[in-house]
């Protein structure tokens, strides 16, 4: 496998409102690693991760996918290896039964017969959803649509995976259930996240947007160690790694 | 009248329905998609005043009905619920044309009664088959259909996507309709300006969503065409069966006058 760097250099990204959304990001993350992008409403997060496949383009600075450029030219290659999981599965299963929508992907880089019939199944199996196959999108509960969300992104063999808030909306079960099989995948991983306890549990480095700024970048438990940090960037540590609600202690 | 949530669930049955399997499912959708074509054609086709002549119609919606196995007080009850809007298109009939027509018994029946009527049966008629052949069919390998017999695709692609978001846009619109009446306390204002919101706030909603869908197609490789769906099968002699032999039934139908040969026939009989 080649090293699938994501590297984003000075970038900065200005709405046409005006609205300076990413203001000089910089950061290289590595093959293979799980990173959270994490701040508060309005910090970046979801502008930096349109960046990651191309959906927006920088207004300066710059975006590199393993060492190719996001620019209009090189976004068929971009879009292949990185696979953007959207916060909203409604917004991303848009084909009639979810089959149809995990094949759209490979369909479109030129999949066709039984190799598709393979790659969809492949996919499905994956996230362990075979069994939705032929239903459609609105017979499905928030977990499941999730998991065939993912599906159609992984149908793709994408090497890196890039989520917006996997698990928002979800219940405990189906929240542990996806932790679980992000944990699992080899890929490279962005996750942005107001889910602090499944960033504890997913990532092991972390970067802290603030205002369009990267505040922080380290390894996740020194980053959640740090409270100040934390709380200025309107944050807090994991209720995990919080005192005890009863008697006020540190677990242990 | 039904709240839009209702409908909306009744539509997804109409889904459920498309998945059963019968002899009339496991035609072609091409097939049946046609014979609807021409069925909705040669009934819309009676000149105004026209009644009895349009009734052995029926036989279509009914057979294929029986044939398929669908829950033919669930299709009624669809078809009741589109007639309002085919009885208003013939409302101003019996105002315009109050010429005799026809006696009926001791009331005379004015033109404009009779072509009313008539509407509502040709509505009735082409409202089933249509209920029919999407609860057959579904709306997927309707759309499909549509494209391999030459449809623009762009005309596809707006058919699926409408079908796939009516339920969302649906859900969406009764979250706003029911948020409106919590707030308006019982009090039956239900001003113009505070609906012309609530409308407009969905198209806001619906314009942000559909840029959410682009981006998300963009992602997965869409390059401005739909991916074919690779299904080439071709027409099979059933199919080809089920057309010749509808086309045929259809086709003497509208040749012949049937009423007006059995008419005389049963007279006959009974004299």
Redesign the interface.
């Known amino acids: 496998m080649s090293h699938h760097l994501v590297e984003a250099d000075q970038l900065v990204h200005v709405y046409p409102d005006g609205t300076r959304a990413l203001d000089g990001v910089s950061f290289t993350i590595t093959h293979g690693e799980s990173v959270a992008i994490i701040g508060a409403n309005g910090a970046g997060k979801s502008t930096l991760l349109?960046h990651l496949?191309g959906?927006l383009l920088p207004s300066s600075g710059s975006v590199r996918i393993g060492h190719t450029p996001v620019t209009t030219a090189t976004l068929?290659h971009i879009?292949?290896t990185v696979?953007?999981v959207?916060q909203?599965p409604?917004?991303?299963l848009?084909?009639?039964?979810v089959r149809?929508d995990v094949?759209?992907?490979p369909?479109?880089?030129g999949f066709?017969?039984p190799e598709?019939e393979r790659c969809v199944m492949d996919a499905l199996r994956q996230v362990d959803a075979i069994h939705l196959a032929?239903k459609?999108?609105?017979?499905l509960s928030g977990g499941e649509k999730k998991r065939a969300a993912i599906a159609?992104?992984l149908a793709?063999s994408p090497d890196i995976l890039v989520m917006d808030e996997p698990t928002s909306g979800l219940d405990p079960h189906a929240r542990r259930q996806l932790i679980g099989l992000i944990r699992e995948f080899q890929h490279t991983r962005i996750i942005t996240s107001h889910d602090l306890d499944m960033v504890y549990d997913v990532c092991q480095r972390v970067i802290v947007l603030k205002d369009g700024r990267v505040a922080a970048d380290g390894p996740a438990a020194a980053i959640f160690a740090d409270k100040g940090l934390l709380e200025e960037c309107r944050l807090e540590q994991p209720l995990r790694i919080q005192g005890c609600p009863v008697c006020g202690g540190r677990p242990c | 009248m039904p709240s839009l949530a209702t409908t909306i669930l009744d539509l997804r049955q109409l889904d459920t329905l498309a998945r059963q399997n019968s002899p009339v499912h496991r035609l072609d959708a091409r097939a049946k998609t046609v014979v609807t074509l021409i069925f909705i054609i040669c009934v819309v086709s009676y000149p105004k005043y026209d009644i009895a002549v349009i009734l052995p119609f029926s036989i279509f919606p009914i057979c294929l009905t029986t044939t398929a196995g669908l829950p033919a007080a669930y299709l009624a009850r669809k078809v009741l619920a589109v007639l309002p809007f085919v009885v208003l298109v013939g409302l101003c009939n019996p105002l315009i044309d109050r010429e005799t027509l026809l006696q009926f018994g001791q009331i005379p029946v004015s033109g404009g009664w009779v072509s009313m009527f008539s509407i509502v049966i040709r509505g009735t008629l082409t409202i089933a088959a249509a209920f029919i052949l999407v609860g057959t069919t579904g709306m997927t390998a309707m759309t499909a259909a549509l494209g391999r017999m030459g449809v623009p695709r762009i005309f596809c692609q707006q058919l699926l996507f409408m079908h796939r978001y009516l339920f969302v846009l649906g859900e969406e619109a009764g979250r706003a309709a029911r948020a409106r009446e919590l707030r308006s306390f019982g009090s039956r204002d239900r001003s113009i300006a505070s609906a012309a919101a609530l409308i407009g706030h969905l198209l806001l909603r619906t314009w942000q969503r559909a840029e959410r869908i682009y981006t998300a197609m963009l992602s997965r490789g869409y390059a401005g065409a739909m991916p074919e769906s690779g299904d080439h099968a071709r027409l099979a002699a059933v199919d080809l069966a089920f057309m010749a032999g509808w086309i045929l039934i259809f086709a003497v139908l509208r040749m012949t006058h049937l009423p007006g040969l059995i008419g005389p026939a049963v007279k006959a009989v009974f004299s």
């Open positions: 349109l496949n959906v068929g879009r292949r696979g953007l959207f909203n409604d917004d991303q848009f084909m009639p039964i149809e094949a759209f992907g369909r479109n880089l066709s017969g598709l032929d459609p999108p609105y017979n159609a992104v793709m």
